[in-house]
């Protein structure tokens, strides 16, 4: 059986067998069987291969993976846990955006930091100037989610009204090309901030105000599962968001 998802990988990376086996120090009919009959390549060659083709390990080679080891190396993920969203600085805050070249996101209800901060308006901005795609999800202020939240977190309407807020203060970004706003009717479980591969995830805790709740720093690495699971869930509330404005 063929390895397709190898297959293609080489593919969208214009990468011949005999140009990868060069790179990598392997015979070409090594490479060809790894792509033609699913041969699992030692784990040196896997993570070279995954951090050539900008893929998981595990995605590139499912069955070579244990469940041990990729517990192993999803716990190497987690760079730190803070016990409050309020603990992380300023500056980690601007540091943490600026680290994204290529892929920038926020996925909140309000959000209304970021809103709020003229220092991390200012780098998205630039980041999207530079090339970046951002993406911000925003909670949509007249979903029963939002308004439940509110309940939740003893503030009833004012959780609205703080998303109505955060619109009007990002309104200045929505004109600039390469960054993008939807809003969503999900359950918030987490919120999430993506800068490339390294993400901020806020843990929502029943009754405590987003801020007041743990957040964990993460790092996506070849073979690790965690990250992984956020970024996915980010794409999933995000095909399911509609354009500010639109019912």
């Known amino acids: 059986m063929a390895n397709e998802r190898l297959r293609a990988a080489l593919?969208?990376?214009?990468?011949?067998?005999?140009?990868?086996a060069d790179e990598l120090g392997v015979n070409v009919k090594t490479v060809e069987r790894w792509v033609a009959h699913d041969y699992i390549p030692f784990p040196r060659n896997r993570h070279r291969l995954a951090t050539r083709l900008g893929r998981d390990e595990v995605y590139l080679f499912p069955t070579a993976v244990t469940g041990q080891r990729a517990g192993a190396?999803?716990?190497?993920e987690i760079v730190r846990v803070y016990p409050q969203l309020s603990d992380i600085s300023a500056d980690a805050w601007r540091?943490?955006?600026?680290?994204?070249d290529n892929d920038i996101g926020i996925l909140v209800y309000a959000g209304l930091f970021v809103a709020e901060s003229t220092q991390l308006q200012r780098v998205i901005r630039k980041k999207a100037k530079a090339g970046a795609s951002v993406r911000i999800l925003l909670g949509d202020p007249d979903d029963s989610h939002v308004a439940e939240r509110g309940r939740e977190q003893g503030i009833g309407e004012a959780l609205?009204?703080?998303?109505r807020n955060s619109m009007v203060l990002f309104s200045t970004l929505a004109t600039v090309p390469g960054i993008e706003f939807r809003t969503h009717r999900t359950i918030l479980y987490n919120s999430i901030f993506r800068a490339d591969d390294t993400?901020?995830?806020n843990t929502h805790l029943y009754g405590l105000p987003a801020a007041q709740a743990p957040a964990w720093h993460l790092r996506r690495i070849p073979g690790g599962q965690l990250a992984g699971h956020y970024l996915e869930s980010f794409e999933r509330v995000w095909e399911s968001a509609l354009p500010i404005g639109e019912p």
């Not at 593919?11 to 990868?20: G, S």
């Not at 190396?73 to 190497?76: A, T």
């Not at 609205?160 to 998303?163: D, G, I, L, T």
């Open 160 to 163: 609205a009204a703080k998303v």
């Open 95 to 100: 540091t943490f955006f600026e680290s994204g």
């Open 73 to 76: 190396v999803s716990e190497s």
């Open 199 to 201: 993400l901020l995830v």
């Open 11 to 20: 593919a969208e990376h214009n990468l011949t067998y005999l140009a990868l």
